[in-house]
């Protein structure tokens, strides 16, 4: 039989009928934006999670922007985080006038190594911003310690990681409780649920919940739900600068049949997951992802590092051309343009960091990570067969 031309992408969104009808409500009923559809996905999301309070915004990116300006970050700041993450992590210092500093990865976990923030910490850091890079929870047993001892503030880039699990004191929690201060979720359809762009903020913090719900609406005093409903007229004010950073309803309607679908999608991916990794330990020329006994991943994106020896964009291309999608290891953004200037830093001057110039060019572990690393298809209807065709065709390119 003819080898026909395969399409396996790198993901696939999780939409039918139940999206499509519940997009319509919103439409029908006429309120469209930050309406009863965004309250009631807020309170569904926050109880998923376990957290206090969910607060609905635009995307991810916004909702760091917020929990950064919660957080009292401002110009010439330092926020302790990683390069090695999607280049939104760095972007939101700098939209406060902040500096990213960056630290290196833990090269079997893909995120922030612990041991390496302590070292960085200067007068003027107000945060860490630690991210659970592609649905793997980070180390935060070993941060909220440092964080808590020179008072700094815990935001969790969680843009990847709804459904994902750590234990903590002996009992498995969700990533969003939060376990921080304050944790950011991004439903670009990249990510494991979509409302094709959105993102959520939890927080245990009621102060800075209803702060995140006036910055996102323009810093608005009366919000148009209040003014919608009132039996007399009221003149909204603007004490501070605000954004517009709102989810709109049709947006929040599509996330409350996502989140119902969550458990299933993550029980698959996570199934998925452990079929690779079983499958790709007999390979040679790949190490696949290892998964710390206190975490559960939800598998956002499966990582595999490549061995020396093995060159990257070959076996990327040669998996292209039998009809497989792969990614590239997770960028260093540090290396982009973005960043040819002098606004990042990987330490208080020479030497923190073991390199001389207090700016470096060496962030060993995440620029290797980036360079030797791939991400392969990893979807909920994805088949068997689909995988089994990507293994083998990924031990052919790495013959
Ligand atoms: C996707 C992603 C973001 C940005 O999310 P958006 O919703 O697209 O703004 C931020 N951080 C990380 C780690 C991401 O993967």
Not at 348 to 371: I, K, V, Y
Request: glycine share 6%; aromatic share 6%.
């Amino acid at each position: 039989m003819a080898e026909t031309q395969r399409n396996i992408p790198i993901t696939k969104p999780c939409f039918d009928a139940r999206e499509v009808e519940a997009a319509s409500r919103p439409i029908l009923s006429g309120w469209v934006t930050q309406g009863p559809e965004v309250a009631a996905f807020e309170k569904e999301f926050a109880a998923h999670v376990g957290a206090r309070h969910a607060c609905a915004v635009s995307n991810c990116t916004t909702a760091l922007h917020l929990a950064l300006i919660a957080a009292g970050v401002g110009s010439d700041d330092e926020v302790i985080t990683v390069s090695h993450s999607f280049i939104a992590t760095m972007n939101c210092v700098r939209y406060q006038g902040a500096v990213p500093v960056v630290v290196d990865i833990d090269p079997d976990s893909y995120n922030v190594d612990p041991a390496l923030i302590e070292r960085v910490i200067t007068p003027r850091t107000r945060a860490i911003l630690c991210v659970h890079q592609v649905g793997m929870p980070c180390e935060l047993a070993a941060i909220l310690p440092i964080a808590r001892r020179h008072s700094l503030v815990v935001i969790e880039d969680a843009a990847c990681a709804i459904g994902s699990e750590i234990r903590w004191n002996g009992v498995w929690e969700k990533i969003g409780k939060p376990h921080g201060d304050v944790a950011c979720f991004s439903f670009h359809p990249r990510k494991v649920i979509s409302t094709g762009d959105g993102g959520m903020i939890t927080t245990s913090n009621p102060e800075w919940d209803k702060r995140f719900r006036s910055l996102r609406q323009h810093a608005m005093s009366v919000p148009d739900t209040v003014r919608h409903g009132a039996k007399q007229v009221i003149f909204e004010s603007y004490p501070e600068l605000g954004f517009n950073y709102r989810m709109t309803d049709i947006q929040a309607a599509v996330g409350r049949e996502q989140l119902k679908r969550l458990p299933e999608i993550v029980e698959k991916r996570r199934a998925l997951a452990a079929r690779y990794t079983k499958l790709l330990s007999q390979l040679r020329g790949v190490s696949p992802p290892r998964e710390p006994e206190w975490a559960h991943s939800n598998w956002q994106s499966y990582c595999v590092r490549l061995l020396p020896g093995v060159k990257q964009v070959d076996v990327m291309q040669q998996l292209l051309d039998r009809g497989i999608s792969t990614r590239r290891g997770i960028m260093s953004s540090h290396r982009e343009p973005a960043y040819a200037m002098e606004k990042w830093t990987c330490g208080p001057g020479p030497g923190a960091c073991g390199c001389s110039t207090g700016r470096c060019d060496r962030l060993p572990e995440s620029e290797r990570a980036t360079d030797t690393c791939v991400l392969l298809p990893l979807y909920p209807q994805m088949t068997q067969e689909e995988q089994d065709f990507v293994v083998a065709s990924l031990a052919e390119a790495c013959r």
